[in-house]
């Protein structure tokens, strides 16, 4: 028999396998700016991407401006290397030099020795008003209507400062008090000062150091900004000062490509001869910008436009490449006499330098595209002879601040200082993420209310894991039978991990991930909602991946800054595994302790011992981080929760609880008032009711019921019927109060 079942398998075959059609593979792609449409993202060099992002221009404090682009630009690097896996090389410059800088340099340099020279009244009166009449005449050429109230707003406020000083010397006040609204002015006029002692002894500045001490001060500022944003330190940066050698190369060969040309000390990108060129295009980002002189003269800076500069380009598209420096100006040695870098030059000669003639990505803010990244394509384009030197242009959208413009020459901004003063760095990078990079995002109290709904919500589930997860169970344990409704809720998990992904793949949509982040939560919460009516455990192993998944991508996005935690850290950064692992036992122990505790209080009738559990939780543990959650019939919950958050809940729920118990009174005094005008009311006689209505009656039957109205006109019947069930009701009510007296009710 064995022999013929080895006959019968002779000659038989595996049957021919046939693959799975699967789905085509999300692929990801970006809104590139060069295109305007969402482009396929493919690197030019494997799984490398080189990364170019314009830094700032330090000369003042970073505000959120900057934080909406380089938080939006933390968030794409860090997707793309931890989600999507790329090998990126993220390369930023700080600029150093500018005109900005050092129109702002000497001015701060002026204003204090202004100060330190303590004016004598007479003389500071008489330099304000030369301020107050050279500040009215920009003010009379400024068109911007939003610029021209600031600087209205601005004018007056100097005015105001200076006429109490005025009639001070007028009434030949105490020299203390005169001093006193010396000082109030000169700091109320210290930009219209500054301004005005820049523009007459500006060019008499010959002290170097303070056009490097001013941008190395507020590029470390700017540093520590960034890293109490949590925004991740670039792989390389670069400062325009440290690469003065290698812009002076870049613009030569620009030159001698045939390019750009010397005038006067200065050098000038030949926009014409660029656009000429069939290898070449100008403009490509924004085309209908070209020839924009007021967006270009803002792009060659303040010093920079003045006639005699303007005179020197053969077309006024062109922009200067390198500029001759005048008196009050830093300076460094090239082959057309003493100059310094042009702002749009030095973005191309150090990205050039470190990444090549063609780069993966290069990233800015909105309004950099024109002429900022234009003409760094068109100048880097001519220095390569290449047509391709960013490949993908990425940029974040404005700020806005409560629906308005955010602008730091309209001095309106907030900075992020402050802005941390008010949210956490967590908090602001959550109201990012509910909004695309590249569109507006209105920074406001509804803004970041929904940020912090979202945290909350968040960390309720996270918090609910962990005591989950606390309960004591075997090895075996662990793993426990799926029911339909675990089964239901890994079905959903997969779907949303897949719609998480196509939503990344889509731009890098963070807005849609984060709704479906709510929704597979909130599917969770149900879950455990439902495990808890029926009294069954959660499976936890479940919960457990989930809530993983979930601290990932939070991590990922650089909401989380722990390696190793389940959800939100507690007790801020490094201390968080540690202090949750340390203490959570002993809290374990003192809930269970007050459980019994409380159980026997019951029992035997003690409200006082009741009264200190409930002071325990509401009052002592919030104070420590500690949150207890009461469920009737179920054990209580521990949760480590952020103190400022429930020491907020604390104040929320007392604030309620006041409000209920302010109605409530209300309700009791309302009652009281309308049993009292009732009582009033059952006291009067139905003879006397209408009595005391002579304003509408004047005569009165033995009854005392109305007969004739005021004029002495008889009533009508219907008047009569009417008048009669009220002193019938009123009769009714009498009677009912006459019992009360007599059964001892109130008088």
Request: proline share 5%; with cysteine; aromatic share 8%.
């Amino acid at each position: 028999m064995a022999g013929c079942s080895g006959e019968q398998g002779k000659g038989r075959r595996q049957p021919q396998w046939s693959p799975p059609t699967g789905s085509e593979p999300c692929k990801l792609r970006l809104y590139n700016s060069l295109t305007r449409n969402k482009d396929v993202f493919i690197p030019q060099n494997g799984n490398r991407v080189t990364w170019y992002c314009c830094g700032p221009t330090v000369y003042d404090a970073s505000h959120m401006g900057h934080a909406r682009s380089y938080i939006s630009f933390d968030i794409l690097r860090r997707v793309l290397r931890d989600y999507f896996k790329f090998d990126v090389f993220y390369c930023m410059n700080i600029t150093d030099i500018d005109d900005k800088i050092i129109k702002r340099a000497r001015q701060n340099c002026l204003f204090e020795r202004y100060r330190e020279r303590r004016p004598p009244t007479a003389q500071l009166l008489e330099d304000i008003h030369a301020a107050l009449k050279s500040f009215s005449g920009k003010l009379d050429e400024t068109t911007d209507p939003d610029k021209k109230q600031m600087l209205e707003r601005m004018r007056l406020a100097v005015q105001l400062a200076a006429a109490p000083l005025e009639e001070a010397v007028r009434s030949h006040l105490a020299a203390e008090d005169i001093a006193r609204r010396a000082q109030v002015l000169l700091e109320e006029a210290k930009d219209l000062l500054s301004d005005w002692l820049d523009s007459t002894l500006g060019s008499e500045v010959t002290d170097n150091s303070i056009f490097s001490k001013l941008p190395k001060f507020w590029e470390g500022e700017f540093h520590k900004d960034m890293e109490a944003l949590n925004v991740l330190p670039p792989d390389v940066l670069t400062r325009v000062s440290e690469y003065v050698p290698e812009i002076v190369n870049f613009v030569q060969k620009i030159v001698d490509n045939g390019y750009g040309y010397a005038s006067n000390g200065s050098v000038y990108f030949d926009t014409a001869k660029f656009a000429s060129s069939e290898r070449h295009s100008y403009g490509k980002l924004v085309p209908e910008a070209v020839g924009d002189q007021k967006a270009l003269q803002e792009g060659e800076g303040d010093l920079s436009i003045s006639a005699d500069r303007l005179s020197e380009k053969r077309s006024p598209s062109d922009f200067a490449l390198w500029k001759a420096s005048k008196p009050g100006e830093p300076s460094w040695p090239c082959p057309w006499g003493k100059g310094r870098p042009g702002w749009h030059i030095e973005c191309s000669a150090m990205a050039g330098t470190l990444l090549g003639a063609s780069m993966d990505i290069h990233g800015g803010g909105f309004d950099l595209r024109f002429p900022h990244h234009d003409n760094e394509l068109a100048q880097s384009e001519a220095y390569f002879e290449n047509d391709c030197w960013v490949r993908y242009f990425l940029h974040t959208g404005h700020l806005t601040i409560a629906g308005c413009k955010m602008s730091k020459s309209l001095k309106n901004f907030i900075t992020i200082k402050d802005a941390l003063k008010k949210h956490s760095a967590r908090q602001l990078r959550l109201a990012f993420l509910m909004h695309s990079w590249k569109d507006t995002l209105d920074y406001s109290s509804n803004t970041m209310e929904s940020a912090l709904q979202f945290e909350k919500f968040m960390n309720e589930f996270f918090l609910n894991v962990k005591d989950i997860l606390r309960a004591p169970v075997d090895i075996t344990g662990q793993f426990e039978k799926w029911e339909e409704e675990e089964a239901e809720l890994n079905e959903s998990f997969y779907s949303k991990k897949a719609a998480v992904h196509a939503a990344l793949c889509d731009n890098i949509d963070t807005r849609t991930v984060l709704e479906e982040m709510r929704a597979l939560v909130s599917q969770c919460n149900l879950y455990m909602a439902a495990r808890k009516t029926a009294r069954r455990r959660p499976n936890r192993a479940l919960l457990e991946t989930v809530a993983l998944y979930l601290t990932h991508m939070l991590r990922i996005f650089g909401a989380i800054e722990e390696e190793n935690s389940l959800g939100f850290p507690v007790g801020g950064p490094g201390t968080s595994l540690n202090l949750e692992s340390t203490v959570m036992p002993y809290l374990q122990v003192l809930s269970e302790f007050r459980e019994g505790v409380r159980k026997i209080a019951r029992e035997k009738k003690v409200p006082e011992v009741l009264q200190l559990s409930d002071a325990l939780r509401d009052d002592v543990l919030p104070e420590l981080g500690v949150r207890l959650e009461d469920h009737e019939g179920l054990p209580t919950v521990v949760k480590l929760v952020d103190r400022e958050m429930l020491l907020k809940e604390r104040e929320e729920k007392r604030r309620v609880e006041e409000e209920k118990r302010k109605k409530k009174e209300e309700a009791a005094r309302r009652k009281q008032e309308q049993e009292a005008a009732k009582l009033a009311k059952m006291k009067i006689p139905p003879s006397e009711m209408f009595l005391s209505e002579s304003d509408k009656y004047s005569k009165f039957d033995e009854n005392g019921l109305p007969t004739h109205d005021l004029e002495g006109k008889e009533l009508s019947k219907g008047q009569a019927k009417k008048l009669k069930k009220l002193f019938e009701a009123q009769e009714k009510l009498h009677k009912e109060y006459l019992q009360m007296v007599q059964n001892g009710g109130p008088e």
